[in-house]
């Protein structure tokens, strides 16, 4: 919650009554369940480790080392004193790391019989119940394949002359003209722009706008304390959702009626798509599933793409050679296309970019955009030795295998050459920056050709600098420039 924020609500004497009363009550749910599940500790069979302070076990800690980037280091620290497998508290519940690739086979390849999603409530919240990260089984697997139809290679080849055309509107509309910008604001609104447009045919124009601005207040409700109350963060968040809802109901509503009379084809759009869903039984997808899973694509094709281009932006300005080689890469691709009477760049086009996705991918080694999330185990279990107990949670991070050094030798220094080769040098399950398995990010490959196009056109029409040397890299959970990465351009003359 941002500090005006809080301080709003602390002011007022009936809301920090009511704030105390939720927290009182949190407690004492929180020691009865932390009684029950911290029993399975005194099981020598259980992994090592401590549970910390009742109640609280280590999350005050945890969730500082997150605020600063340390996450690494935190459970680092503990996998030296206990070992690959070692367990903890978080939340008020008991959390097991397992910090190897084998761990992370383990957790991704259990079916949903054994392990769910336990995300914490705020995203359900802002999210939805029905969204693709909570769903499990029959339906989860319909709701993923209907992504996939739009967000798989067959179809991206498809429209690539379309996001091409967006990206190139976009990064005019935003940069003519300009001196300075906030390059975090500019890549947010360029990949909202895409993901409306493209994905839910969206025209730009009011529509979007609105969504995007209550799509940009529903996101900060994520990373909040779940207090609904007025004047808080979460609660302009839940209203903001609330609007969101509506114009994908109406929006649903209204691509029904277009597919009925024919005016629309299924592959359309995505929503067009959805419409179309039936379950096992032949039965419609109720409105509420299609909105949460909408909202989730959103999210998908949002954050993952903005995180990397902030970051792929920064170290383009601080790191010559890297510019020096994405450029030349990007000019012979250039001078290729010279008498070629289509414009925009094509999926043959985006395949010779090695170099440049040899560099995004070592960026997402060193600072994966999917950091990691929590996973609950619903029945007893057992991995490397040890119990694990249902009720349990494991969480899964990203960061600890891809600084792995026999995985990846010399891991802290930055070197995309480990990308280049013809095939991975690395083990399994020790590379994860979408996530892994049946829940593996859907939109990676949409994520991919956006992140190309963007720093084709950028790098070749632009110089840029830093306006804030050394700009820190903040986690609130997601890792962005904690002032927004303000540059300084400079238009490359033709």
Same mark, same amino acid.
């Given at each position: 919650?941002?500090?005006?924020?809080?301080?709003?609500?602390?002011?007022?004497?009936?809301?920090?009554?009511?704030?105390?009363?939720?927290?009182?009550?949190?407690?004492?749910?929180?020691?009865?369940?932390?009684?029950?599940?911290?029993?399975?500790?005194?099981?020598?069979?259980?992994?090592?480790?401590?549970?910390?302070?009742?109640?609280?076990?280590?999350?005050?800690?945890?969730?500082?080392?997150?605020?600063?980037?340390?996450?690494?280091?935190?459970?680092?620290?503990?996998?030296?004193?206990?070992?690959?497998?070692?367990?903890?508290?978080?939340?008020?519940?008991?959390?097991?790391?397992?910090?190897?690739?084998?761990?992370?086979?383990?957790?991704?390849?259990?079916?949903?019989?054994?392990?769910?999603?336990?995300?914490?409530?705020?995203?359900?919240?802002?999210?939805?119940?029905?969204?693709?990260?909570?769903?499990?089984?029959?339906?989860?697997?319909?709701?993923?394949?209907?992504?996939?139809?739009?967000?798989?290679?067959?179809?991206?080849?498809?429209?690539?002359?379309?996001?091409?055309?967006?990206?190139? !509107?976009? /990064?005019? +509309? &935003?940069?003519?003209?300009?001196?300075?910008?906030?390059? *975090?604001? %500019?890549?947010?609104? =360029?990949?909202?722009?895409?993901?409306?447009?493209?994905?839910?045919?969206?025209?730009?124009?009011?529509? !979007?706008? /609105?969504? +995007? &601005?209550?799509?940009?207040?529903?996101?900060?409700?994520? *990373?909040? %304390?779940?207090?609904? =109350?007025?004047?808080?963060?979460?609660?302009?968040?839940?209203?903001?959702?609330?609007?969101?809802?509506?114009?994908?109901?109406? +929006?649903?509503?209204?691509?029904?009626?277009?597919?009925?009379?024919?005016?629309?084809?299924?592959?359309?759009?995505?929503?067009?798509?959805?419409?179309?869903?039936?379950?096992?039984?032949?039965?419609?997808?109720?409105?509420?599933? +299609?909105?949460?899973?909408?909202?989730?694509?959103?999210?998908?094709?949002?954050?993952?793409?903005?995180?990397?281009?902030?970051?792929?932006?920064?170290?383009?300005?601080?790191?010559?050679?890297?510019?020096?080689?994405?450029?030349?890469?990007?000019?012979?691709?250039?001078?290729?296309?010279?008498?070629?009477?289509?414009?925009?760049?094509?999926?043959?086009?985006?395949?010779?970019?090695?170099?440049?996705?040899?560099?995004?991918?070592?960026?997402?080694?060193?600072?994966?955009?999917?950091?990691?999330?929590?996973?609950?185990?619903?029945?007893?279990?057992?991995?490397?030795?040890?119990?694990?107990?249902?009720?349990?949670?494991?969480?899964?991070?990203?960061?600890?295998?891809?600084?792995?050094?026999?995985?990846?030798?010399?891991?802290?220094?930055?070197?995309?050459?480990?990308?280049?080769?013809?095939?991975?040098?690395?083990?399994?399950?020790?590379?994860?920056?979408?996530?892994?398995?049946?829940?593996?990010?859907?939109?990676?490959?949409?994520?991919?050709?956006?992140?190309?196009?963007?720093?084709?056109?950028?790098?070749?029409?632009?110089?840029?600098?830093?306006?804030?040397?050394?700009?820190?890299?903040?986690?609130?959970?997601?890792?962005?420039?904690?002032?927004?990465?303000?540059?300084?351009?400079?238009?490359?003359?033709?």
């Amino acid at each position: 919650m941002p500090a005006h924020a809080l301080t709003s609500l602390v002011d007022q004497p009936v809301y920090l009554a009511l704030a105390l009363i939720i927290l009182t009550s949190t407690l004492i749910f929180t020691r009865l369940k932390f009684k029950s599940l911290s029993q399975y500790s005194q099981n020598p069979l259980v992994p090592p480790g401590s549970l910390g302070l009742p109640f609280i076990g280590e999350t005050i800690d945890f969730l500082r080392a997150q605020k600063l980037d340390k996450t690494h280091e935190w459970i680092s620290e503990r996998a030296t004193k206990y070992g690959s497998i070692f367990k903890t508290s978080l939340l008020g519940c008991p959390t097991v790391f397992m910090v190897s690739a084998t761990g992370n086979r383990f957790v991704f390849h259990l079916n949903d019989n054994s392990i769910v999603s336990n995300h914490p409530k705020t995203i359900g919240t802002i999210m939805g119940k029905h969204n693709t990260l909570e769903l499990s089984g029959n339906l989860h697997k319909l709701m993923r394949r209907a992504m996939l139809s739009f967000l798989g290679p067959e179809m991206l080849r498809k429209y690539i002359g379309e996001m091409d055309l967006l990206v190139i !509107q976009q /990064l005019s +509309l &935003e940069l003519e003209g300009k001196e300075t910008v906030k390059a *975090v604001m %500019l890549l947010k609104r =360029l990949a909202f722009r895409v993901t409306c447009t493209l994905l839910f045919a969206i025209p730009p124009g009011s529509e !979007q706008d /609105l969504l +995007l &601005e209550d799509f940009t207040l529903a996101l900060r409700g994520v *990373v909040t %304390l779940p207090f609904n =109350l007025p004047m808080t963060t979460f609660r302009r968040a839940i209203r903001a959702r609330e609007r969101i809802c509506n114009r994908l109901s109406d +929006l649903i509503r209204k691509r029904r009626k277009e597919v009925k009379e024919g005016r629309v084809s299924l592959k359309d759009d995505m929503i067009s798509s959805f419409v179309n869903l039936r379950d096992e039984n032949g039965e419609d997808i109720g409105d509420d599933v +299609l909105i949460d899973n909408l909202f989730t694509v959103m999210i998908a094709s949002h954050d993952t793409v903005v995180i990397l281009l902030s970051l792929l932006l920064r170290l383009i300005a601080r790191n010559h050679v890297v510019r020096n080689g994405i450029m030349e890469e990007q000019e012979a691709i250039l001078k290729e296309r010279e008498g070629v009477e289509d414009d925009n760049l094509t999926w043959n086009d985006l395949h010779k970019m090695k170099y440049t996705w040899s560099v995004a991918q070592e960026l997402m080694r060193l600072n994966p955009p999917v950091p990691g999330s929590f996973k609950k185990f619903v029945k007893d279990t057992s991995f490397g030795g040890f119990d694990i107990p249902k009720g349990w949670q494991v969480f899964w991070l990203a960061s600890v295998t891809h600084t792995e050094k026999n995985s990846f030798p010399d891991p802290e220094r930055f070197d995309p050459s480990r990308f280049m080769g013809p095939s991975k040098s690395f083990p399994p399950f020790s590379y994860i920056p979408f996530g892994a398995g049946p829940h593996v990010c859907p939109g990676n490959e949409f994520a991919r050709i956006e992140v190309l196009l963007v720093l084709h056109h950028m790098i070749l029409n632009y110089r840029w600098s830093e306006m804030i040397p050394d700009e820190p890299i903040t986690r609130d959970p997601m890792p962005y420039p904690a002032k927004g990465l303000p540059i300084k351009l400079h238009r490359l003359e033709k």
